[in-house]
């Protein structure tokens, strides 16, 4: 019967990390040409070989991602870009949008593998009357939103740092636990 507990508290205390890391750069395009095809290349990598697929969502105020659940179509904005993307560390592709009428537009693309991890860049369109003093406004914002992506990058890997330390402290105390219920 030791045996048993032993075996079996050795099967619950082992825990398996795994973690699938995507990144995609860079993390937003602009555009604020009219009726001008306008093309990015866009670098994909990952720690693992996986398969991407790719996703655009548009929006009017953008504010939310649940806002983002209109079709590039009820914007009359043509987005071409491959629907996968097979990555071996590190792969590029082409993302191509053309703005067919006025207006601000704002949309994401996402990238999501099939064990659902996924990121995305924010696109917007601006191709009204403010659309050189935005597109100022937009690439001046581009140092302070990386800056601020690695702050939240950093807060995520020490949370990860805590959770694996309480993690080992518990197969720690397990193993004493284990080690007691032998004995006796």
């Known amino acids: 019967m030791k045996i048993f507990i032993f075996f079996l508290l050795i099967i619950l205390s082992v825990s398996c990390v795994y973690a699938l890391q995507i990144s995609v ?8 040409k009219l009726n001008q095809e306008v093309c ?5 990598s990952s720690d693992q070989n996986i398969n991407v697929y790719l996703e655009d969502r ?24 491959p629907e996968i993307i097979e990555i071996n560390d590190e ?10 009428k006025k207006g601000t537009y704002k949309g994401v693309l996402m990238f999501k593998s099939e064990e ?22 937009n690439n001046s914002n581009i140092g302070y939103n990386k800056i601020n992506n690695i702050d939240k990058a950093n807060k995520k890997s020490n949370v990860m740092l805590i959770v694996l330390l309480v993690n080992s402290l518990f197969l720690f105390v397990l193993l004493i636990l284990v080690i007691f219920l032998v004995r006796m």
């Open 58 to 81: 548009w929006s009017v105020n953008g504010k939310d991602f649940n806002d983002y659940n209109l079709s590039s179509k009820d914007f009359d904005v043509n987005i071409n870009y």
């Open 25 to 32: 750069s860079p993390s937003h395009i602009y555009i604020n």
């Open 91 to 100: 792969e590029t592709a082409e993302v191509c949008i053309t703005a067919n």
């Open 116 to 137: 659902g991890v996924g990121v995305g860049i924010l696109l917007r369109v601006n191709t009204g009357e403010n659309a050189v003093k935005e597109s100022v406004k």
């Open 40 to 44: 990015k290349t866009v670098t994909v």
